[in-house]
């Protein structure tokens, strides 16, 4: 896959729900819109914090700050 802007060829993987290539640590395909799921998220749900904006679906990373809208984390740990 290559950038649309500079040309430079990126990295990409397979979606795992329509199976096209995207960009390497992308959080949604860009061509079904699905989530994308790392094999740490897939296999491990007991260690994740979920975002603390009531509206949004994403959860918090290791830098204390959600994955989908950037909004840091108000539990303290």
Same mark, same amino acid.
């Given at each position: 896959?290559?950038?649309?802007?500079?040309?430079?060829?990126?990295?990409?993987i397979?979606?795992?729900?329509?199976?096209? +290539?995207?960009?390497?640590?992308?959080?949604? =395909?860009?061509? $079904? !819109? #699905? /989530?994308?799921?790392t %094999?740490?998220?897939?296999?491990?749900?007991?260690?994740?914090?979920?975002?603390?904006?009531?509206?949004?679906? +994403?959860?918090?990373?290791?830098?204390?700050? =959600?994955?989908? $809208? !950037? #909004? /840091?984390?108000?539990? %303290?740990?």
């Amino acid at each position: 896959m290559k950038c649309p802007r500079c040309e430079e060829t990126l990295s990409s993987i397979l979606c795992q729900a329509c199976g096209e +290539g995207i960009p390497e640590r992308s959080l949604f =395909c860009c061509w $079904c !819109g #699905k /989530p994308v799921l790392t %094999k740490e998220e897939e296999s491990d749900f007991s260690n994740r914090m979920l975002c603390s904006d009531g509206s949004c679906i +994403g959860v918090i990373n290791e830098t204390g700050v =959600c994955k989908i $809208c !950037g #909004k /840091p984390s108000t539990e %303290k740990t």
